[in-house]
């Protein structure tokens, strides 16, 4: 029965990641098919960004009034809406209609399945979740590829992931009584109802929250600006071809993706913050790598390191949410954690995008690496403090 639902789960998790990299893979196609500027995809970011910092800012409230299982076939029901709705679109407004919904079920969904494994599996299972993200999210341009190669039709590729995710939230419907045996049957919070929604003007006087949500932010500010502008400090700063670029770029998904798949099975044998700190090392050696004057063949080389890195941060900092908090008090700490996470991707990377066109794009390792530092020194302040409480 957990390990059906687990299944379950990692194939949500998989859904979670299709629609997050269809709009950098389509646009060069779809803002001139649909007469807007390139700088319109911002926009679209930015709406559903902001939906997912409400969504995920919500999710506790509508978790202890529905249910983890309600609340994610609900929110993979709104993405699906929302990914037929871009299938459709024929104007610039329609697509940010559209974008709301994206961004609320990502955040709920999001949310919900992290603090649900936290409580309910232990951390090998947290690590392979996230490999599954990265599958997804791997999968979504393949598939928006095989469609723009046949005379560019972005709205069949967004149609192809819209009935995807259709057909998981029939799947899910059908395993919602799968969700609530499952809870019962585990040591925890054996009832969604005995969960604690904290207020926001008082979530941050809980111990250890500043810097746990710090952290969060840090983490996401680091993998997004990272991912995003590693291509653009290639090619200018090194002078390689726009191809290379691409592909030293995907070496840093990669690392992420085979290092998620490779922490599930070394959370086994190692503790969750053994593995948080691994992570730092190995991140801050990337990092290292790209600042040292060695041949252009560092950079990929960097890239892979640091999505290694990164790779057992995120899903191992969750895990450890109901540890550092209580089971009461994870899911509403949760949601604040995720919704920091996303106000980190939501203005890092664009500041880093002022500093290269007004300085160098070649402050991209220095920025990273202040970022990383304040991860960690926040990271560490809570795992020290905690064990310690």
Not at 48 to 54: A, D
Not at 62 to 86: D, E, W, Y
Not at 298 to 313: S, Y
Not at 330 to 354: E, I, K, T, W
Request: one cysteine or more; proline letters at 4%; glycine letters at 10%.
């Amino acid at each position: 029965m957990m390990t059906l639902l687990l299944i379950i789960i990692y194939i949500s998790f998989i859904s979670l990641g299709l629609p997050d990299s269809l709009l950098g893979s389509a646009w060069t196609v779809m803002h001139g098919d649909l007469g807007l500027p390139v700088s319109f995809a911002g926009v679209i970011s930015m709406i559903v960004s902001c939906g997912t910092v409400v969504s995920s800012l919500m999710s506790v409230r509508l978790i202890k009034h529905l249910g983890t299982g309600r609340v994610t076939a609900i929110s993979v029901g709104m993405t699906a809406v929302a990914l037929l709705g871009f299938a459709i679109s024929h104007s610039g407004w329609f697509l940010c209609v559209c974008a709301i919904p994206l961004g609320l079920g990502a955040g709920s969904v999001d949310s919900a399945l992290n603090n649900f494994v936290a409580l309910h599996y232990k951390a090998t299972h947290m690590n392979l979740l996230h490999s599954f993200w990265g599958i997804g999210a791997t999968s979504g341009p393949i598939i928006m590829s095989f469609w723009l190669a046949r005379e560019n039709n972005w709205s069949m590729g967004y149609m192809t992931i819209g009935i995807i995710q259709c057909a998981l939230v029939v799947v899910l419907i059908i395993s919602l009584p799968l969700w609530k045996k499952v809870k019962s049957s585990v040591a925890g919070v054996d009832n969604e109802e005995e969960t604690v929604a904290v207020p926001l003007r008082k979530i941050f006087s809980i111990r250890f929250a500043k810097p746990a949500c710090l952290a969060f932010f840090g983490y996401c500010a680091l993998e997004l600006t990272a991912g995003l502008w590693c291509g653009t400090y290639a090619v200018q700063k090194y002078g390689v071809a726009v191809e290379t670029a691409a592909m030293w770029t995907s070496t840093y998904y990669l690392g992420i993706t085979l290092g998620r798949l490779l922490c599930g099975f070394i959370a086994l044998k190692v503790r969750t913050d053994s593995l948080i700190r691994l992570g730092h090392g190995i991140a801050l050696a990337g990092i290292a790598i790209l600042l040292l004057p060695l041949s252009v063949y560092k950079v990929p080389v960097g890239l892979c390191l640091i999505g290694m890195g990164c790779a057992p941060i995120f899903p191992n900092m969750i895990h450890r949410t109901p540890h550092v908090f209580g089971p009461k008090l994870s899911q509403s700490m949760m949601g604040v954690q995720m919704a920091c996470a996303y106000v980190g991707n939501v203005l890092m990377p664009p500041l880093f995008g002022m500093i290269a066109q007004t300085l160098d794009v070649g402050l991209l390792p220095l920025y990273l690496l202040v970022i990383a530092v304040v991860m960690i020194i926040c990271s560490e302040y809570v795992t020290r403090r905690y064990k310690t409480a």
